[in-house]
């Protein structure tokens, strides 16, 4: 694996499927937060910034063909938010990302497609190699919704909750946040006494598809 301080360049690497869409890998790095309390109360994920932007998307990048798709998401997540764990290799799903620039295109010439893994964190960087362009930020899992950009993160954090809980989980979230990208302040901490009241027993399968802007 590249040196935490120099990013993949370029694209010569790069998969494609038969469709010609771009492959794509990322995680949901997270944490349990030290003391007592059960999963939700004690989880955070991780979640980074991007250029020019004010909210918070989950590490994620191409697909290279001299790696796993494992590897991939490893990767992607070292040099964008300088962290390393152990990947969990269930997917959490499989989405399709479409560019602003072919969002009226029903080509998939600029889109990709990818799929998104969990990742337990076991070390954090200092430095890492995208540091100028990435910060990062660790959230309550249950806050990290009005904070996420596109519905496909909302999706893969129910993926992710069902993951490690063992049940299968669909949050209803308050959006309005994210959706206006002005107040990114998380919402009133929800601890697992919400739970039942915000969930409902159903959770799209891995291989249902969100269409977003990236």
Same mark, same amino acid.
């Given at each position: 694996?590249?040196?935490?301080?120099?990013?993949?360049?370029?694209?010569?690497?790069?998969?494609? #499927?038969?469709?010609?869409?771009? =492959?794509?890998?990322? %995680?949901?790095?997270?944490?349990?937060?030290?003391?007592?309390?059960?999963?939700?109360?004690?989880?955070?994920?991780?979640?980074?910034?991007?250029?020019?932007?004010? #909210?918070?998307?989950? /590490?994620?990048?191409?697909?290279?063909? #001299?790696?796993?798709?494992?590897?991939?998401?490893?990767?992607?997540?070292?040099?964008?938010?300088?962290?390393?764990?152990?990947?969990?290799?269930?997917? =959490?799903?499989? +989405?399709?990302?479409?560019?602003?620039?072919?969002?009226?295109?029903?080509? /998939?010439?600029?889109?990709?497609?990818?799929?998104?893994?969990? =990742?337990?964190?076991?070390?954090? &960087?200092?430095?890492?190699?995208?540091?100028?362009?990435?910060?990062?930020? +660790?959230?309550?899992?249950?806050?990290?919704?009005?904070? %996420?950009?596109?519905?496909?993160?909302?999706?893969?954090?129910?993926?992710?909750?069902? =993951?490690?809980?063992?049940?299968?989980?669909?949050?209803?979230?308050?959006?309005?946040?994210?959706?206006?990208?002005?107040? &990114?302040?998380? /919402?009133?901490?929800?601890?697992?006494?919400?739970?039942?009241?915000?969930?409902?027993?159903?959770? /799209?399968?891995?291989?249902?598809?969100?269409?977003?802007?990236?």
């Amino acid at each position: 694996m590249a040196s935490p301080l120099l990013a993949r360049k370029g694209r010569h690497r790069q998969r494609y #499927d038969h469709e010609n869409y771009r =492959l794509v890998a990322g %995680c949901i790095p997270y944490k349990l937060k030290e003391g007592t309390g059960n999963l939700f109360d004690r989880l955070e994920v991780l979640m980074i910034s991007t250029p020019n932007r004010s #909210d918070f998307v989950f /590490p994620k990048g191409g697909w290279e063909n #001299d790696e796993t798709i494992y590897e991939a998401a490893c990767r992607e997540v070292l040099e964008e938010a300088g962290v390393k764990g152990i990947i969990n290799k269930r997917s =959490l799903g499989e +989405w399709v990302f479409r560019s602003k620039s072919s969002e009226m295109n029903c080509s /998939p010439t600029g889109a990709c497609k990818g799929q998104v893994f969990a =990742l337990e964190v076991t070390e954090v &960087l200092d430095s890492w190699a995208e540091q100028s362009s990435h910060t990062r930020r +660790w959230v309550p899992v249950m806050n990290a919704y009005s904070l %996420c950009r596109y519905d496909w993160m909302r999706e893969a954090l129910d993926s992710f909750l069902s =993951l490690l809980s063992g049940q299968k989980i669909t949050i209803i979230a308050d959006v309005t946040a994210a959706a206006t990208n002005q107040d &990114l302040t998380p /919402p009133q901490d929800i601890t697992s006494t919400d739970i039942s009241s915000m969930c409902m027993i159903q959770l /799209p399968t891995s291989t249902e598809r969100a269409i977003a802007l990236c």
